[in-house]
């Protein structure tokens, strides 16, 4: 059975994504320590989130996929994220309550409005959060509803957002290799990084509305250098394997000073992606007949 590095320990909420793929899942404290397990080819996959609906991207991946050696997404999973808050067992007073970042920022009003005055602190995972809790070292965490199962803490309260359906994406990494097949409902992902002139961001997104590329997401990160300059990251509906998105792709990296592909894998809404393949291969054919001389 393939080995899975996620983004624990268990009882997060990348755990359940993780669940959703078939392979011995391997649990790390933090997301660039699982992406580096896979890159040492300790594990043959890596599960971790890259965006929530409340919260936006995830930074932490971001950065990891764009350091050291390649790897790609083959797979993305889609879960609804609500929160549980767990306490010891006998806990009359809560003082402070933690959890990953993201997290504690989808709950920031119900702690107002519940919890007033308690100290809030971030830790590295909503799990790590329950474990803390669990040693002494603070009195609630907040936690994917599945951690009352994995530590020794009763619910406080459950169901707990600020915002109703929240949803949080996973990717299912591997090192590079043969790409998923093509469904007809794709998602593609790059990261570009371009040179610091007028216009060049336009220009990029300007190469996919041509070819009626839909963007499905745009982030940017800095590139821990200049200051002001930044990394594109940019999702796509379609497939690489798709001659508007192959055409589209070598235009992006002809305006970027370093470009890297993030993958082509079948999106999680399975929902089919309107394309004109067709009039593409039509057109490339005929520049290739009118180059043998076939046609005018
Ligand atoms: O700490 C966890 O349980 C995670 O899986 C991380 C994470 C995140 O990074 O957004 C995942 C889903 C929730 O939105 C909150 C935290």
């Not at 993030?262 to 007949?289: C, I, M, Y």
Request: contains cysteine; charged residues 25%; glycine residues 6%.
């Amino acid at each position: 059975m393939p080995r899975i590095a996620y983004f624990g320990p268990q009882g997060t909420f990348t755990e359940q994504a993780a669940l959703r793929f078939e392979g011995e899942l391997v649990p790390f404290e933090t997301i660039p320590l699982a992406i580096a397990a896979l890159r040492k080819g300790e594990t043959e996959f890596a599960c971790v989130p890259i965006e929530n609906s409340v919260e936006g991207a995830v930074p932490a991946t971001l950065d990891a996929l764009i350091r050291d050696e390649p790897v790609v997404a083959v797979a993305e999973t889609v879960l609804d994220v609500r929160f549980s808050v767990l306490v010891r067992p006998g806990t009359t007073e809560i003082r402070s309550v933690a959890s990953h970042p993201h997290a504690l920022a989808q709950v920031r009003e119900w702690i107002a409005a519940t919890l007033p005055g308690v100290t809030s602190i971030a830790t590295s995972s909503t799990a790590a959060a329950a474990a803390a809790v669990e040693r002494g070292e603070f009195d609630a965490a907040v936690t994917a509803p599945v951690a009352v199962n994995h530590y020794a803490l009763d619910e406080y309260a459950t169901d707990v957002l600020d915002v109703a359906d929240a949803r949080t994406r996973f990717l299912l990494l591997r090192r590079p290799g043969a790409l998923p097949a093509p469904t007809g409902a794709d998602r593609t992902s790059v990261v570009v990084t371009t040179p610091d002139r007028m216009g060049v961001l336009s220009e990029l997104l300007t190469e996919l509305a041509l070819r009626g590329i839909n963007l499905t997401g745009l982030e940017s990160r800095p590139t821990k250098g200049k200051l002001g300059e930044y990394r594109f990251y940019i999702d796509v509906e379609g497939h690489i394997a798709e001659p508007r998105i192959g055409d589209a792709l070598a235009a992006l990296h002809r305006h970027s000073r370093e470009i890297r592909f993030l993958g082509s894998f079948p999106k999680a809404d399975q929902r089919p992606v309107e394309a004109h393949n067709a009039e593409f291969t039509a057109a490339a054919t005929w520049v290739d007949a009118v180059r043998k001389g076939e046609t005018g």
